[in-house]
């Protein structure tokens, strides 16, 4: 169990929370969905989880370049829906496709980047 939850909504309140705990050297664990089966969103030396509930809207999905903008706990299906309206896609097809959010398959793809 974490010592505390925090639920941030903007960048910078992430950035100020990250600042603090740096400083007094507070473990943090970002949460999205938690649909990952190997544990990496437990807080195993307690401490901080940022859970990212509130990143959870499409900002933007550019027509011209192939790149879009949004929060890390926006559904695959919902990314995968918008990018289709703009003639666009997003490429990974996880199993999870029905509960994993955009930050984690970032997080696959930096942890692993032959994917």
């Not at 544990?39 to 809207?57: D, Y």
Request: proline share 9%.
């Amino acid at each position: 169990m974490p010592d505390v939850v925090a639920k941030p909504g903007t960048t910078q309140e992430v950035s100020e929370l990250l600042k603090v705990c740096n400083k007094y050297r507070i473990p943090t664990t970002p949460r999205g969905a938690g649909t990952g089966l190997s544990g990496g969103a437990l807080p195993v030396k307690k401490g901080v989880v940022i859970s990212m509930e509130r990143f959870n809207k499409i900002i933007e999905i550019d027509e011209v370049e192939p790149s879009g903008n949004s929060g890390a706990r926006c559904n695959y299906r919902s990314i995968s829906k918008c990018s289709k309206s703009k003639k666009s896609f997003y490429p990974p097809d996880p199993a999870s496709k029905g509960s994993c959010f955009l930050g984690g398959n970032l997080a696959i793809t930096q942890a692993d980047p032959k994917l």
